[in-house]
């Protein structure tokens, strides 16, 4: 495997490439759902190696569970429940709660 760049204008380049390939999965996702998870994983992928956080906008969109990318009413199902949004993903069936 590729060693990491002690660059640090290679994070700048990884958050832009981790913007562009989710902005390719939101896209893909009404023709090719398999091809909008695969833009998830190579966007994982890039931050892991760069030691790079995804930004609290993009971890939304995706399952921490099966790391498919997530579309209200298409693949995911959001409810309200005591002051906690709850994600279910409609794939593997996992649910995500996040703080109001």
Known sequence: ???????????????????ILFGQARLAFC???????????????I????????DH???RQYCHHCYAFLVPGQNMRVRVHRGNV???CGICNKKTRYRI
Request: no cysteine; aromatic share 4%.
């Open 1 to 19: 495997m590729k060693e990491r760049s002690k660059n640090p204008a290679t994070k700048i380049v990884a958050k832009e490439r981790i913007r």
């Open 31 to 45: 023709e090719h759902p398999e091809r909008s998870n695969r833009y998830v994983a190579l966007a994982r992928r």
């Open 47 to 54: 931050a892991m190696r760069q030691r790079v956080r995804i």
């Open 57 to 59: 906008e993009f971890r």
């Open 86 to 88: 709850v994600v279910t």
